[in-house]
């Protein structure tokens, strides 16, 4: 009976050591829901401890009343409107954004350090939604090898990557060539005058340039030059960019649950902001057939980009 006891104790123990997470989400988003299934499913084939999950809006109003329920050791925030919503709230709880495209979580992180006082607030960090440049950059190389001038246009508020993309295509011996805009009606022009010296055009993600009503403009002017691009995502790839990668909920919930594993056992701080670990290819086979580009199996693709990145590590 004292040895029943006794481990019965030590179960508590454990139970009551373990992190206990909030995400916080608006379910009636699709994408969401597909996360949030995708994060218990994980959770649950690694026998790991579950986490709570909880509308945003509701959790929000009930903290600006006072009524909030038990403090979390961590908030995971889906999407980009989750995330402000709960920097606003100036919690001194560590939050991890998910699903958030790295120039909207630049902007949040901005507000939020401008907003609170320094050792006050917690933590912030992110799981990015769009994905790390060189791995865009591997693919152009893997589907395009003799590609060696790499076009893009960025609006005000990616110039600033400007740098930072010249610094990764450099040791790959690429020419970076660099259209800047400040509206949408430069953006036309500036790309024809970007892809007649290109031999790829590089998406980015970009509100301004790169957006739902410039889309159809910016794939029709690349196919006019018979210049590739290499899209953002696989709605790109669908209306009639050559490839892309990108990271589904799933894969986003997978590395999610290894992250918040890895918070329970250090239950310390939150891992920097990060890229996606895990991602699939998309290929639009008639734009290649079209451009005369022979383009392999995406997930020969897939598993070639992966390998690629594994031996750099």
Do not use: C
């Not at 995400?23 to 299934?37: C, I, M, T, W, Y």
């Not at 606003?88 to 350090?113: G, K, M, T, Y």
């Not at 670990?277 to 997930?299: C, H, M, P, R, T």
């Amino acid at each position: 009976m004292a040895a029943l006891l006794a481990v019965l104790s030590g179960a508590d123990v454990h139970a009551a050591s373990v992190a206990d997470v909030l995400v916080l989400a608006r379910e009636e988003q699709p994408v969401h829901r597909e996360l949030l299934d995708a994060l218990r499913g994980a959770l649950a084939k690694s026998d790991a401890d579950p986490v709570r999950i909880a509308n945003a809006a509701d959790f929000a109003n009930g903290v600006s009343a006072g009524k909030a329920s038990k403090q979390p050791d961590l908030i995971v925030a889906v999407g980009t409107e989750v995330t402000q919503q709960v920097a606003l709230l100036n919690l001194p709880v560590p939050v991890l954004s998910v699903a958030i495209p790295r120039l909207s979580f630049e902007q949040v992180d901005r507000q939020h350090r401008q907003r609170t006082e320094a050792g006050r607030r917690g933590g912030l960090s992110a799981i990015y939604l769009d994905q790390p440049l060189e791995r865009r950059l591997d693919l152009i190389q893997q589907i395009l090898p003799r590609a060696r001038r790499i076009g893009v246009v960025l609006g005000p508020e990616t110039r600033a990557y400007a740098g930072e993309l010249r610094a990764a295509t450099e040791p790959r011996r690429l020419t970076l060539r660099v259209g800047q805009v400040e509206g949408e009606a430069q953006i036309v022009k500036t790309l024809d005058e970007i892809l007649k010296e290109s031999d790829v055009l590089l998406g980015v993600v970009d509100p301004l340039v790169f957006n739902r009503a410039s889309a159809r403009n910016i794939l029709l002017t690349a196919y006019r030059w018979r210049v590739p691009l290499v899209g953002i995502s696989p709605a790109y790839v669908r209306a009639g960019a050559l490839a892309a990668v990108y990271s589904t909920p799933e894969h986003i919930a997978r590395q999610l649950a290894e992250t918040i594993a890895g918070f329970r056992s250090e239950g310390v701080k939150l891992p920097p902001p990060q890229y996606p670990k895990y991602f699939s290819v998309a290929v639009n086979y008639q734009v290649a057939e079209s451009l005369g580009i022979f383009v392999e199996e995406e997930d020969s693709l897939q598993r070639r980009l992966f390998n690629r990145e594994s031996a750099r590590q």
